[in-house]
């Protein structure tokens, strides 16, 4: 039988309000690191990517 799970890999952001925002990635590589995870947050960050004042991870 094959396998039908499907991997998430969720980033969670907190913004200067204090609200979470989640950004979820479906079916991510496999052995995604934590060093570029925040690499990718931070990069989200960089660019405002979010319609809210500044996130913090």
């Known amino acids: ?3 039908t799970s499907t991997k ?3 980033l ?6 204090n609200k979470e925002v989640t950004v ?3 079916d991510p590589k496999d052995g995604v690191t934590v ?3 925040q690499a990718v947050m931070a ?7 979010f319609p809210v ?4 991870w």
């Open 43 to 49: 990069t989200i960050i960089a660019k405002n990517v």
């Open 35 to 37: 060093a570029e995870a």
């Open 1 to 3: 039988m094959a396998d």
């Open 53 to 56: 004042p500044a996130a913090i």
């Open 8 to 10: 998430t890999l969720e």
């Open 24 to 26: 979820v990635v479906k």
């Open 12 to 17: 969670v952001f907190i913004t200067e309000g």
